[in-house]
Structures are given as structure tokens and as C-alpha cells.
């Protein structure tokens, strides 16, 4: 019989998984940025100068229009990851001694975790639709969770490639 976890560890948890999940965003939005949709001019060693997560998604909206309300996402993703990696202590009502404080650090994390999660989704998609169409290359490979993946976070990614391609030909 497995002992139950104490409701201050099931935080620390789900802070654990929130960690894993916003790096895994971050590697997938800076290879896409890196990329696909990167600026054509910049040299390699420009490419792989270290930079913030705020620094690449100035670099997406130099090279692509997003939609606003993706563009929305991606701030408050920005702003909650700020705030989880720097001042975490800094939420209103968050006290991981009291159910209502954790509730505050579980409702933060949780939307924290949804927003990784979509700008994982899609510039993941960002890869897979651009090798299609620029490559003729399927790497869902008919892999469910990718084709899924695809399926619900592609209509954005379709409109981020969309848009890169109308910027770079406004140039």
C-alpha cells in the first residue's frame, strides 16, 4: 500500500512537472526559431549566442505576424514562466502551510502547465507541417500522439508559416 504524499510534496510535484514542461517549450521554440523560422541572414555563431526566452519571442514576431490571440498566450506564458523561475514566492496568497495557499500555487501552476504545453503543440507543428510542405517529409510518421498533436495545435502553426512566408516576401 503506497503512503500518501503530504499536500506540500503533491506542489513541489506538479512544480517538478511544470519545470519539465516549460524547458521542453522553450527547446522546441528556440529550435523552431532557430530553424524554420529563423532569419535566413543571420550567421551560425548568431544563432547559437545564449538567449532569453523573451529575446526569441521578440526574434518570432520580427519574422512571422501572430495571431493576437496566440500572441496573448505566448506573453502570459512568458510572464508566468518569469514569475515560476524568479519570484515564485511573489503570487498573491500562495503559502504552501495552508490548503488555500496551495490551491493559489496549484491554479498557477496548472495554467502555467496548459500554456507549455500549447507552445510545445505548436511549434512542434511549426516542424511537422513545414517539413511536409517544404519537404515533403512526414514526421508524424503516423504516430498517433503527433498526428493528434498536429491535429489540435496545426491551424496555428499553419498561420505562423503562413505569415513567415507572406513577411519574407514583403522584404
Not at 501552476?109 to 517544404?134: D, N, P, Q
Amino acid at each position: 500500500m503506497a503512503a500518501k504524499q503530504s499536500p506540500e510534496l503533491q506542489v513541489y510535484a506538479l512544480m517538478g512537472v511544470c519545470l519539465l514542461h516549460i524547458q521542453l517549450a522553450e527547446r522546441v521554440l528556440s529550435g523552431a526559431i532557430k530553424t524554420v523560422l529563423r532569419d535566413r541572414t543571420l550567421t551560425t555563431d548568431a544563432l547559437n549566442e545564449p538567449r532569453s526566452l523573451g529575446e526569441f519571442l521578440k526574434d518570432l514576431r520580427k519574422h512571422t505576424w501572430l495571431d493576437s490571440s496566440f500572441d496573448q498566450k505566448l506573453r502570459r506564458f512568458l510572464k508566468l514562466r518569469n514569475v515560476f523561475i524568479h519570484n515564485f514566492n511573489s503570487v498573491p496568497g500562495l503559502d504552501f502551510h495552508t490548503e488555500e495557499g496551495r490551491t493559489v500555487a496549484d491554479e498557477f501552476l496548472i495554467e502555467l502547465l496548459a500554456l507549455a504545453i500549447a507552445t510545445t503543440g505548436v511549434f512542434m507543428s511549426v516542424f511537422t507541417i513545414s517539413a511536409k510542405e517544404e519537404l515533403g517529409e512526414d514526421l508524424t510518421d503516423g504516430n498517433a500522439l503527433m498526428t493528434k498533436i498536429e491535429g489540435l495545435f496545426g491551424p496555428t502553426a499553419k498561420q505562423i508559416l503562413a505569415r513567415k512566408n507572406r513577411r519574407s516576401l514583403s522584404r
